[in-house]
């Protein structure tokens, strides 16, 4: 059997979920997470990382960039996105309490959401403890 790889850009969004998924999983597995997908968002997480010390287990929404949604706050949740191959896992609610009130984007005040396709330094900076791995 000959493997080849794919070019993730060439992924449909459903399928660049599923290879974030699993991608995030093998890093997690390395600090004794097992990694379960839900089919449907539950409390608006994508799956659930189980700890082996049954203790550590955490919610995560998976997403293509920084991003925060008022919809999430409240609800114990982490997000996980790729940047430059680093994987970053940070808590939403914790970081969205440190920028918040700098946030004065339309789609924010209108809909509840914010994103950032580009880590600026100020996000890199915040973010910096929640970097887990460089993958490539």
Known sequence: ????????????ARAQETYNFHKIAAVLADYGYNCIWLSNDWNGADFIAVHVDGVSDIKVQLKGCVSFAKKYRGKNLYIG?????????????????????????????????YFRTSITKRFRDLLEPYKIANIS
């Open 81 to 113: 996105f790729y940047d430059l191959d680093n994987l970053y896992l940070y808590p939403h609610d914790l970081i969205l309490d440190q920028v918040e009130q700098d946030i004065s984007d339309k789609k924010w005040l209108e809909k509840g959401t």
């Open 1 to 12: 059997m000959k493997l080849e790889r794919i070019n993730y850009k060439d992924l449909n």
